[in-house]
């Protein structure tokens, strides 16, 4: 839908990476002891974001590059 919305056929990582936040926002429920430490649910998507390989080949985009240097 997202890509769609934006004038596309097919579905970019971009897009997902987009949505992903807002999807699982709503759809996940931290553990106590996640919360006890600080964490929020964005903070776990991040995580899980972190550990799914992008697929090979792919190149992130300049505003990617930019915020993962802005996490860091």
């Not at 990582?13 to 919360?35: C, P």
């Not at 190149?59 to 802005?70: C, G, L, Q, Y």
């Amino acid at each position: 839908m997202y890509a769609w919305l934006k004038g596309r056929a097919q579905v970019q990582i971009e897009d997902i990476q987009e949505m992903v936040h807002d999807v699982f926002r709503h759809r996940m429920i931290i553990s106590e002891h996640a919360i006890l430490n600080g964490r929020t649910i964005d903070d776990v998507v991040d995580i899980i974001l972190e550990q799914v390989p992008l697929p090979k080949g792919y190149e992130p985009s300049e505003r990617e590059k930019m915020i993962n240097r802005a996490r860091n």
